[in-house]
């Protein structure tokens, strides 16, 4: 079982940044892709990017390509998602997700393993 606990989320005025890390109860963190996926109070849950297990390959959405780098440290069984030039359509719950096949997927039921999420908000 691998357990996920996103932080770094708050409240930022449009055009600055945030930077949300997701990390790890253990040591198998190192084998599984990693994703961020974001969510709205009655929308679809939304694929915003994926690492793999080894750092070397990523997937971003549209929406948020250039704007965001997602990054792992294999070490501190962390991985991070660094948010710039943030608007208010960014505002969403984020999620962390962990897929043991490192598939770099924007399916969400590719994921076994989820957060609880963290609450970014972008004001205008």
């Known amino acids: 079982q691998v357990w996920l606990v996103e932080s770094g989320g708050g409240l930022v005025q449009a055009g600055g940044s945030l930077r949300l890390s997701c990390a790890a109860s253990?040591?198998?963190?190192?084998?599984?892709?990693i994703s961020w996926f974001r969510q709205v109070p009655g929308k679809e849950r939304e694929f915003v990017a994926a690492?793999?297990?080894?750092?070397?390959?990523?997937n971003y959405a549209d929406s948020v390509k250039v704007r965001f780098t997602i990054s792992r440290d294999n070490v501190k069984n962390t991985a991070y998602l660094q948010m710039n030039s943030l608007k208010p359509e960014d505002t969403a719950v984020y999620y962390c997700?962990?897929?043991?096949?490192?598939?770099?997927?924007?399916?969400?039921?590719?994921?076994?393993?989820w957060g609880q999420g963290t609450q970014v908000t972008v004001s205008s």
């Open positions: 997700a962990a897929d043991p096949r490192s598939r770099n997927s924007n399916w969400a039921a590719h994921y076994e393993y």
């Open positions: 253990e040591r198998s963190f190192s084998n599984y892709g």
């Open positions: 690492i793999s297990w080894g750092g070397g390959r990523t």
